[in-house]
Protein backbone atom coordinates (compact mmCIF):
# COMPACT_ATOMS: atom_id res chain seq x y z
CA UNK A 1 0.00 0.00 0.00
CA UNK A 2 0.86 3.50 -0.70
CA UNK A 3 1.09 5.35 2.66
CA UNK A 4 1.57 8.99 1.64
CA UNK A 5 1.48 10.03 5.25
CA UNK A 6 4.15 7.54 5.54
CA UNK A 7 6.08 8.96 3.14
CA UNK A 8 6.03 12.66 3.89
CA UNK A 9 7.07 12.03 7.51
CA UNK A 10 10.60 10.71 5.42
CA UNK A 11 10.86 14.45 4.26
CA UNK A 12 11.82 16.78 7.33
CA UNK A 13 11.61 19.89 4.43
CA UNK A 14 7.75 18.84 4.55
CA UNK A 15 7.40 18.87 8.16
CA UNK A 16 9.09 22.15 8.25
CA UNK A 17 7.21 23.60 5.80
CA UNK A 18 3.67 22.34 7.27
CA UNK A 19 4.72 24.67 10.34
CA UNK A 20 5.47 27.51 8.50
CA UNK A 21 2.41 27.22 6.54
CA UNK A 22 4.13 26.34 2.92
CA UNK A 23 3.18 23.93 0.22
CA UNK A 24 5.87 23.01 -2.19
CA UNK A 25 4.83 22.39 -5.36
CA UNK A 26 8.33 23.21 -7.08
CA UNK A 27 9.53 19.40 -7.70
CA UNK A 28 10.49 20.17 -11.19
CA UNK A 29 13.12 22.59 -10.06
CA UNK A 30 14.73 20.66 -7.27
CA UNK A 31 12.91 17.32 -5.47
CA UNK A 32 12.77 17.27 -1.58
CA UNK A 33 15.57 15.25 0.29
CA UNK A 34 14.68 11.87 2.60
CA UNK A 35 16.19 12.18 5.66
CA UNK A 36 18.07 8.74 4.66
CA UNK A 37 19.83 11.20 1.92
CA UNK A 38 20.85 14.05 4.50
CA UNK A 39 22.60 11.44 6.63
CA UNK A 40 24.42 9.80 3.99
CA UNK A 41 25.96 13.14 3.70
CA UNK A 42 26.31 13.92 6.87
CA UNK A 43 27.75 10.32 7.96
CA UNK A 44 30.43 11.21 5.21
CA UNK A 45 31.63 14.14 6.85
CA UNK A 46 31.19 13.46 10.34
CA UNK A 47 32.58 10.26 10.28
CA UNK A 48 34.58 8.97 7.14
CA UNK A 49 35.77 11.92 5.17
CA UNK A 50 38.58 11.14 2.88
CA UNK A 51 39.52 11.87 -0.80
CA UNK A 52 39.02 9.15 -3.22
CA UNK A 53 40.82 6.35 -5.52
CA UNK A 54 44.17 8.25 -3.97
CA UNK A 55 44.75 6.48 -0.81
CA UNK A 56 46.17 3.21 0.74
CA UNK A 57 44.73 3.59 4.25
CA UNK A 58 41.98 2.64 5.43
CA UNK A 59 39.23 5.89 5.12
CA UNK A 60 40.35 6.22 1.61
CA UNK A 61 39.81 2.82 0.67
CA UNK A 62 36.09 2.67 2.54
CA UNK A 63 35.47 6.24 0.64
CA UNK A 64 36.25 4.85 -2.59
CA UNK A 65 34.07 1.53 -2.04
CA UNK A 66 31.08 3.65 -0.78
CA UNK A 67 31.73 5.45 -4.18
CA UNK A 68 31.73 3.14 -6.33
CA UNK A 69 29.06 1.14 -5.12
CA UNK A 70 27.11 4.24 -5.58
CA UNK A 71 27.85 4.17 -9.16
CA UNK A 72 27.01 0.63 -9.18
CA UNK A 73 23.46 1.42 -7.98
CA UNK A 74 22.97 4.33 -10.13
CA UNK A 75 23.71 2.23 -13.36
CA UNK A 76 21.70 -0.52 -12.09
CA UNK A 77 19.13 2.00 -11.67
CA UNK A 78 18.85 3.07 -15.25
CA UNK A 79 20.14 -0.29 -16.52
CA UNK A 80 23.64 0.16 -17.57
CA UNK A 81 27.21 -1.21 -16.88
CA UNK A 82 28.82 1.09 -13.78
CA UNK A 83 31.50 1.70 -16.81
CA UNK A 84 28.99 3.36 -18.53
CA UNK A 85 28.14 5.74 -15.96
CA UNK A 86 30.51 8.99 -15.47
CA UNK A 87 29.89 11.16 -12.50
CA UNK A 88 29.45 14.48 -13.52
CA UNK A 89 28.04 17.80 -12.05
CA UNK A 90 24.61 17.46 -13.36
CA UNK A 91 22.46 17.17 -16.63
CA UNK A 92 23.99 20.49 -18.18
CA UNK A 93 27.53 19.38 -17.65
CA UNK A 94 26.92 15.81 -19.07
CA UNK A 95 25.53 17.31 -21.73
CA UNK A 96 28.55 19.48 -22.19
CA UNK A 97 30.73 17.14 -22.28
CA UNK A 98 28.83 15.17 -25.10
CA UNK A 99 28.59 18.54 -27.14
CA UNK A 100 32.52 19.06 -26.64
CA UNK A 101 33.34 15.73 -26.74
CA UNK A 102 32.06 15.70 -30.62
CA UNK A 103 33.57 18.43 -31.81
CA UNK A 104 35.96 17.13 -34.59
CA UNK A 105 33.35 14.17 -35.72
CA UNK A 106 31.09 16.68 -37.22
CA UNK A 107 30.85 19.92 -39.64
CA UNK A 108 29.49 21.44 -42.30
CA UNK A 109 26.66 19.96 -44.24
CA UNK A 110 25.94 18.29 -40.36
CA UNK A 111 22.50 18.89 -38.62
CA UNK A 112 22.53 18.73 -34.97
CA UNK A 113 18.73 18.23 -34.23
CA UNK A 114 16.45 19.04 -30.94
CA UNK A 115 13.11 20.56 -30.42
CA UNK A 116 11.71 23.47 -29.41
CA UNK A 117 10.28 21.76 -26.12
CA UNK A 118 14.13 22.25 -24.97
CA UNK A 119 15.83 23.35 -21.61
CA UNK A 120 18.49 26.15 -22.18
CA UNK A 121 21.04 23.25 -20.75
CA UNK A 122 20.06 21.44 -23.73
CA UNK A 123 19.71 24.06 -26.78
CA UNK A 124 23.25 26.44 -26.06
CA UNK A 125 25.72 23.30 -25.76
CA UNK A 126 24.40 22.10 -29.28
CA UNK A 127 24.81 26.30 -30.34
CA UNK A 128 28.20 26.40 -29.55
CA UNK A 129 28.69 22.78 -30.83
CA UNK A 130 27.32 24.25 -34.46
CA UNK A 131 29.39 27.05 -34.29
CA UNK A 132 32.65 24.84 -33.82
CA UNK A 133 32.19 22.81 -36.46
CA UNK A 134 29.89 23.86 -38.95
CA UNK A 135 27.45 22.28 -38.37
CA UNK A 136 23.63 23.34 -38.64
CA UNK A 137 21.06 23.08 -35.65
CA UNK A 138 17.25 22.59 -36.55
CA UNK A 139 14.86 21.92 -33.81
CA UNK A 140 11.46 20.13 -33.97
CA UNK A 141 8.69 22.16 -33.41
CA UNK A 142 5.64 21.96 -31.21
CA UNK A 143 2.01 22.92 -32.14
CA UNK A 144 0.22 25.72 -30.26
CA UNK A 145 -0.69 23.35 -27.25
CA UNK A 146 2.88 22.86 -26.81
CA UNK A 147 3.16 19.08 -27.74
CA UNK A 148 5.57 17.49 -30.63
CA UNK A 149 3.45 15.55 -33.10
CA UNK A 150 5.20 12.60 -33.84
CA UNK A 151 4.26 12.16 -37.66
CA UNK A 152 5.83 15.70 -38.34
CA UNK A 153 8.76 14.82 -36.45
CA UNK A 154 9.59 11.75 -37.93
CA UNK A 155 9.10 13.39 -41.54
CA UNK A 156 11.63 16.37 -40.15
CA UNK A 157 14.03 13.46 -39.16
CA UNK A 158 13.65 11.63 -42.22
CA UNK A 159 14.21 15.12 -44.07
CA UNK A 160 17.58 16.69 -42.43
CA UNK A 161 18.66 13.05 -41.35
CA UNK A 162 20.71 14.15 -38.22
CA UNK A 163 24.39 13.47 -37.19
CA UNK A 164 23.61 14.30 -33.42
CA UNK A 165 19.39 14.06 -32.06
CA UNK A 166 19.08 15.48 -28.75
CA UNK A 167 15.84 15.50 -26.83
CA UNK A 168 14.61 15.70 -23.11
CA UNK A 169 12.15 12.55 -22.29
CA UNK A 170 10.24 15.02 -20.50
CA UNK A 171 9.31 18.95 -20.55
CA UNK A 172 10.85 20.92 -17.49
CA UNK A 173 8.01 23.65 -18.58
CA UNK A 174 5.19 21.23 -19.75
CA UNK A 175 5.40 17.88 -18.26
CA UNK A 176 5.06 16.13 -21.79
CA UNK A 177 5.90 13.06 -21.90
CA UNK A 178 8.05 12.97 -25.60
CA UNK A 179 7.69 10.31 -27.70
CA UNK A 180 11.26 9.51 -27.44
CA UNK A 181 12.38 5.70 -28.02
CA UNK A 182 10.11 6.22 -31.62
CA UNK A 183 12.46 9.37 -32.40
CA UNK A 184 15.87 7.42 -31.23
CA UNK A 185 14.86 4.77 -33.66
CA UNK A 186 14.48 7.01 -36.63
CA UNK A 187 17.26 9.42 -35.87
CA UNK A 188 19.37 5.49 -35.94
CA UNK A 189 18.31 4.26 -39.27
CA UNK A 190 20.06 7.46 -40.81
CA UNK A 191 23.17 6.69 -38.61
CA UNK A 192 22.86 9.49 -35.75
CA UNK A 193 23.83 9.63 -32.11
CA UNK A 194 20.79 10.27 -29.97
CA UNK A 195 21.40 11.69 -26.67
CA UNK A 196 18.15 12.27 -23.59
CA UNK A 197 17.72 14.56 -21.47
CA UNK A 198 16.34 12.56 -18.41
CA UNK A 199 16.38 15.52 -16.00
CA UNK A 200 12.86 15.47 -15.17
CA UNK A 201 12.35 11.81 -16.43
CA UNK A 202 14.66 10.09 -13.83
CA UNK A 203 12.42 10.62 -10.44
CA UNK A 204 8.72 9.88 -12.46
CA UNK A 205 9.39 7.33 -14.98
CA UNK A 206 12.94 5.26 -13.76
CA UNK A 207 14.02 5.53 -17.69
CA UNK A 208 15.68 1.78 -18.91
CA UNK A 209 18.51 3.11 -21.23
CA UNK A 210 19.04 0.42 -23.21
CA UNK A 211 15.16 0.40 -23.99
CA UNK A 212 15.33 3.55 -24.86
CA UNK A 213 18.00 2.48 -27.09
CA UNK A 214 19.89 6.05 -26.92
CA UNK A 215 23.24 6.15 -26.83
CA UNK A 216 23.91 8.96 -24.12
CA UNK A 217 21.36 9.81 -21.25
CA UNK A 218 22.16 12.63 -18.88
CA UNK A 219 20.35 13.64 -15.29
CA UNK A 220 20.69 15.60 -12.11
CA UNK A 221 20.46 13.99 -8.88
CA UNK A 222 18.68 17.25 -6.86
CA UNK A 223 15.68 16.56 -9.04
CA UNK A 224 15.49 12.49 -8.16
CA UNK A 225 15.98 13.20 -4.09
CA UNK A 226 19.43 13.75 -4.33
CA UNK A 227 21.99 15.82 -3.26
CA UNK A 228 23.10 19.03 -5.60
CA UNK A 229 25.79 19.53 -7.65
CA UNK A 230 26.18 15.55 -8.63
CA UNK A 231 24.77 14.23 -12.21
CA UNK A 232 25.76 11.57 -14.27
CA UNK A 233 26.13 10.73 -17.96
CA UNK A 234 25.38 7.27 -19.17
CA UNK A 235 26.76 6.56 -22.94
CA UNK A 236 27.26 3.43 -24.63
CA UNK A 237 31.04 2.36 -23.83
CA UNK A 238 32.04 2.49 -27.05
CA UNK A 239 30.23 6.19 -27.69
CA UNK A 240 32.37 7.12 -24.53
CA UNK A 241 36.16 6.26 -25.73
CA UNK A 242 34.99 8.33 -28.72
CA UNK A 243 34.34 11.32 -27.38
CA UNK A 244 37.19 13.58 -26.61
CA UNK A 245 38.61 14.38 -23.26
CA UNK A 246 35.91 17.60 -22.08
CA UNK A 247 38.32 18.84 -19.23
CA UNK A 248 41.59 17.72 -17.62
CA UNK A 249 43.96 17.53 -14.83
CA UNK A 250 44.35 15.02 -11.88
CA UNK A 251 42.65 11.94 -11.52
CA UNK A 252 41.71 11.02 -14.46
CA UNK A 253 45.35 10.58 -16.30
CA UNK A 254 47.51 7.34 -16.05
CA UNK A 255 50.45 8.92 -17.47
CA UNK A 256 52.14 12.76 -17.33
CA UNK A 257 55.28 13.73 -18.82
CA UNK A 258 55.55 17.37 -19.61
CA UNK A 259 54.31 17.10 -23.17
CA UNK A 260 52.13 14.62 -23.37
CA UNK A 261 49.36 12.73 -20.97
CA UNK A 262 47.53 9.47 -21.27
CA UNK A 263 44.16 9.59 -20.02
CA UNK A 264 42.38 6.58 -18.35
CA UNK A 265 39.55 4.59 -19.74
CA UNK A 266 35.93 5.70 -19.65
CA UNK A 267 34.20 6.46 -16.80
CA UNK A 268 37.42 8.03 -15.32
CA UNK A 269 38.85 9.38 -18.71
CA UNK A 270 35.97 12.28 -17.58
CA UNK A 271 36.30 12.28 -13.96
CA UNK A 272 38.27 15.18 -13.67
CA UNK A 273 39.94 16.12 -10.00
CA UNK A 274 38.30 15.87 -6.51
CA UNK A 275 34.94 14.58 -7.06
CA UNK A 276 31.52 15.28 -5.11
CA UNK A 277 31.99 12.20 -2.85
CA UNK A 278 29.56 13.17 -0.50
CA UNK A 279 27.13 14.06 -2.82
CA UNK A 280 27.89 10.50 -5.05
CA UNK A 281 27.12 9.12 -1.36
CA UNK A 282 23.64 10.54 -0.95
CA UNK A 283 22.78 10.01 -4.52
CA UNK A 284 23.29 6.34 -3.87
CA UNK A 285 21.05 6.53 -0.61
CA UNK A 286 18.37 8.18 -2.97
CA UNK A 287 18.59 5.13 -4.98
CA UNK A 288 18.16 3.08 -2.12
CA UNK A 289 14.97 5.08 -1.35
CA UNK A 290 13.36 4.77 -4.20
CA UNK A 291 14.25 1.27 -4.85
CA UNK A 292 12.28 0.56 -1.41
CA UNK A 293 9.15 2.06 -3.14
CA UNK A 294 6.97 0.29 -5.51
CA UNK A 295 7.52 2.18 -9.17
CA UNK A 296 3.75 1.34 -10.16
CA UNK A 297 2.37 2.53 -6.76
CA UNK A 298 4.39 5.78 -6.97
CA UNK A 299 3.07 6.66 -10.31
CA UNK A 300 -0.33 5.64 -9.59
CA UNK A 301 -0.45 8.06 -7.15
CA UNK A 302 1.65 10.98 -9.26
CA UNK A 303 -1.48 10.63 -11.77
CA UNK A 304 -4.21 10.25 -9.61
CA UNK A 305 -2.75 13.43 -7.84
CA UNK A 306 -2.59 15.13 -11.26
CA UNK A 307 -6.13 14.20 -12.53
CA UNK A 308 -7.37 15.50 -9.49
CA UNK A 309 -5.29 18.70 -10.18
CA UNK A 310 -6.48 19.39 -13.48
CA UNK A 311 -10.28 18.61 -12.18
CA UNK A 312 -9.76 21.24 -9.66
CA UNK A 313 -8.35 23.73 -12.01
CA UNK A 314 -11.03 23.45 -14.87
CA UNK A 315 -13.41 25.58 -12.70
CA UNK A 316 -11.59 28.53 -13.57
CA UNK A 317 -12.58 29.55 -16.73
CA UNK A 318 -9.69 32.10 -17.83
CA UNK A 319 -6.80 29.72 -17.13
CA UNK A 320 -5.35 28.21 -20.32
CA UNK A 321 -3.12 25.38 -19.42
CA UNK A 322 -0.47 24.26 -21.46
CA UNK A 323 1.35 21.30 -22.67
CA UNK A 324 0.28 17.63 -22.99
CA UNK A 325 -2.70 16.32 -20.37
CA UNK A 326 -2.17 12.89 -21.28
CA UNK A 327 1.57 11.97 -21.58
CA UNK A 328 2.87 14.24 -18.45
CA UNK A 329 5.05 13.67 -15.19
CA UNK A 330 2.81 15.58 -13.60
CA UNK A 331 3.22 19.40 -14.20
CA UNK A 332 0.54 21.66 -14.54
CA UNK A 333 2.22 24.96 -16.65
CA UNK A 334 -0.57 27.67 -16.88
CA UNK A 335 -1.40 31.23 -18.08
CA UNK A 336 -4.13 33.87 -16.84
CA UNK A 337 -5.05 36.32 -20.18
CA UNK A 338 -3.77 39.61 -19.17
CA UNK A 339 -1.93 38.90 -16.32
CA UNK A 340 1.75 38.41 -15.89
CA UNK A 341 3.17 35.09 -14.36
CA UNK A 342 5.30 37.07 -12.07
CA UNK A 343 1.85 38.54 -10.23
CA UNK A 344 0.55 35.85 -9.60
CA UNK A 345 3.63 33.50 -9.00
CA UNK A 346 3.90 36.47 -6.07
CA UNK A 347 0.60 36.93 -5.03
CA UNK A 348 0.26 32.64 -4.15
CA UNK A 349 3.82 33.25 -2.59
CA UNK A 350 1.72 35.23 -0.15
CA UNK A 351 -0.49 32.52 0.69
CA UNK A 352 2.11 29.85 1.13
CA UNK A 353 2.20 28.29 -2.30
CA UNK A 354 5.77 27.34 -3.80
CA UNK A 355 5.96 27.03 -7.24
CA UNK A 356 7.87 28.42 -10.51
CA UNK A 357 7.30 31.24 -12.80
CA UNK A 358 8.58 32.38 -16.31
CA UNK A 359 10.15 31.26 -19.38
CA UNK A 360 11.56 28.16 -16.86
CA UNK A 361 14.89 28.41 -19.20
CA UNK A 362 12.41 27.51 -21.80
CA UNK A 363 12.63 31.04 -23.76
CA UNK A 364 12.21 28.93 -27.67
CA UNK A 365 9.51 26.97 -25.90
CA UNK A 366 7.82 30.47 -24.82
CA UNK A 367 8.17 32.23 -28.19
CA UNK A 368 6.82 29.39 -30.16
CA UNK A 369 3.48 29.68 -28.12
CA UNK A 370 3.52 33.01 -28.21
CA UNK A 371 3.44 33.76 -24.39
CA UNK A 372 5.99 35.96 -22.07
CA UNK A 373 6.25 32.72 -19.67
CA UNK A 374 3.84 30.68 -17.26
CA UNK A 375 2.98 29.63 -13.52
CA UNK A 376 4.13 26.25 -13.31
CA UNK A 377 3.01 23.49 -10.43
CA UNK A 378 5.09 20.30 -10.48
CA UNK A 379 3.97 17.46 -8.31
CA UNK A 380 6.07 14.71 -7.12
CA UNK A 381 5.24 11.59 -4.78
CA UNK A 382 5.56 13.30 -1.63
CA UNK A 383 2.78 15.82 -2.30
CA UNK A 384 -0.74 15.10 -1.56
CA UNK A 385 -4.37 15.92 -1.71
CA UNK A 386 -4.13 18.46 0.76
CA UNK A 387 -1.26 20.09 -1.06
CA UNK A 388 -3.42 20.57 -4.40
CA UNK A 389 -6.56 21.81 -2.18
CA UNK A 390 -4.13 24.37 -0.93
CA UNK A 391 -3.32 25.67 -4.28
CA UNK A 392 -6.59 25.92 -5.68
CA UNK A 393 -7.58 28.02 -2.57
CA UNK A 394 -4.79 30.20 -3.29
CA UNK A 395 -5.84 30.26 -7.42
CA UNK A 396 -8.91 31.27 -6.17
CA UNK A 397 -8.09 33.91 -4.02
CA UNK A 398 -5.45 35.43 -6.45
CA UNK A 399 -7.62 35.84 -9.37
CA UNK A 400 -10.38 37.83 -7.15
CA UNK A 401 -7.34 40.04 -6.14
CA UNK A 402 -6.78 40.34 -9.77
CA UNK A 403 -10.13 40.55 -11.27
Known amino acids: MFDIEAIRSDFPALTHHQQQGIVYLDSAATSQKPQCVIDAVSHFYENGNANVHRGAHRLSSDATKGYELARAKVAEFINCHANELVWTKGATEAINLVAYGLTHRLGKGDVILISELEHHANIVPWQQLAKRSGATLRAIPVNDQGIIETKSALALIEALKPKVLAISQASNALGNIQPVHTLIKAAKAHGGLTLVDGAQSLLHLRPDVKALDCDFFVFSAHKCLGPTGIGGLYGRYPCLEALEVFQTGGEMVTKVTINEAQFNPPPGKFETGTPNIAGVLGFGAA ?20 AYLQSQIAQFSQVRILGDLNNNIGTISFVVSGEHPYDLATLMDMEGIALRHGHHCAQPLMSALGVNGTVRVSLAFYNNKADVDAFITALANTLEMIA
Open 287 to 306: IDYLNALELAQLRAHELQLF
